[in-house]
């Protein structure tokens, strides 16, 4: 059974900046999309990075150039390094892992952008 376990959540001033990760278990990490998803409160989640185990990333627009996303494959972990933070950002975020045809989820970090 794949486990995603995300961390690095916290509050930030706006401008500041945060890194999260996902470490994935019960996988070998050789074949994967590992995405980062964010639920502000009375939104709907939406998709905000992916990376394919070929290493081709995409972003939604609104972090494009601000968020980056990686994976280390030894570590099996996701990081999602994100900068230029503002109040707008404020939300959960979430690691989802499909991996042969599944869909896993970790159970999330906030990220808190306030003065």
């Known amino acids: 059974q794949v486990q995603l376990v995300e961390s690095g959540g916290g509050v930030v001033q706006p401008g500041g900046s945060l890194r999260l990760s996902c470490a994935a278990s019960?996988?070998?990490?050789?074949?994967?999309?590992m995405s980062w998803y964010r639920q502000a409160p009375g939104k709907q989640r939406e998709l905000v990075a992916t990376i394919t185990s070929g290493d081709i990333t995409n972003y939604l627009d609104d972090v494009k150039g601000r968020f980056i996303i990686w994976a280390d494959n030894a570590k099996r972990t996701v990081y999602l390094q994100m900068y230029s933070l503002q109040p707008e950002d404020t939300a959960r975020f979430y690691c989802?892992?499909?991996?042969?045809?599944?869909?896993?989820w970790g159970q999330g970090t906030q990220v808190t952008v306030s003065s």
């Open positions: 019960g996988t070998s990490f050789n074949s994967y999309v």
């Open positions: 989802n892992a499909l991996i042969q045809g599944q869909h896993y």
